[in-house]
């Protein structure tokens, strides 16, 4: 992790009533205070009815945890039943916007383009998007993985201004690890992470390749986080199953250091 920040960040899916959230964010500020922490960026990604609950204590405990949201719509307004603007996120103090999950891909029939409408979205209203890519267990048993993940990362940089994506995340999530207790290797993680490093130089300079952070995610736990981010290329974790209990959460924090 050569002169970059790692970052861990916390999906939570469509777990946690407001309720819930609120003693999941204050049990992780106690959690996170008796971790040995150097130098690692941490956000949580609360559903969006709990956004507004967690900012609110993160805000007044000043809990040195940045909020985030799991999704947003390219438009800042309009009709758009259902929908959550850009705007509407950065109002709520949301430093981190996870784009084009492969959840939201697979269900929900985002493509390429609408990733990289909302990745733009996002920058423009003063967040940092956090990109996700990762090929299926087909793609990658057919010899896609590299084709599939730079491809995806090209789309979602199409037209982004070279200069803002030394500041982006980008998340490399084999779709067959997610939520499956399945991981790649450490050393698959670091090639597939280096070879997104280099698709970024490619498109957007040697700049914006150095300072782009590429996370790993999918099933990463307390017990294999310090293994699979170990890479020099991998900057951190997208955890979720495992961010859903602070003291697991802060031990990757942890790990991450
Ligand atoms: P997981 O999910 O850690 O539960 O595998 C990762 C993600 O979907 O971001």
Known sequence: MTGRRPLVSGNWKMHLTHLEAIQVIQKLSYALDRTDRQAVDVSVHPAFTALRSVQTVIDADEIPVALGAQDVHWEEKGAWTGEVSPVMLAKLNV?????????????????????????RATLRAGMTPICCVGETLAQRDAGHTHDVVVGQ???ALDGVDPAAVAGLAVAYEPVWAIGTGRNATPDDAQAVCAALRSAVGECCGADAAA??????????????????LAGPDVDGAL?????????????????AG
């Open 95 to 119: 430093r981190y916007v996870i784009v084009g999950h492969s959840e939201r891909r697979q269900h929900f029939g985002e493509t390429d383009d609408m990733v990289a409408r909302k990745l």
């Open 153 to 155: 990362l090209r789309a």
């Open 211 to 228: 300072g782009v952070r590429v996370q790993y995610g999918g099933s990463v736990n307390a017990g294999n986080a310090a293994e699979l």
């Open 239 to 255: 955890v979720g199953g495992a961010s859903l209990d602070p003291d697991g959460f802060a031990a990757i924090v942890g790990a």
